[in-house]
């Protein structure tokens, strides 16, 4: 597998963490009572996580 597909695949799956983000935060924030919270905070998670993940995968 060529190098840009690597990065290529590596992007998509970051992708893939804001959503998974928003639904954690989301998930956690209801069984709480804080819905609205917990979905920012799950957004800036997954965010995060997806920047962490290009970072590692730009070499």
Known sequence: MTE???K???K???GLLI???LFI???I???LGYLVQGLLIGL???????A????MARD
């Open 25 to 27: 935060g989301m998930g």
């Open 52 to 55: 962490v993940v290009v970072l």
């Open 12 to 14: 998509i799956a970051g």
């Open 4 to 6: 840009e597909k690597k």
């Open 29 to 31: 924030g209801w069984a």
């Open 8 to 10: 290529s695949k590596a």
């Open 19 to 21: 959503p998974a983000g």
């Open 44 to 50: 800036g998670a997954g965010f995060l996580v997806y």
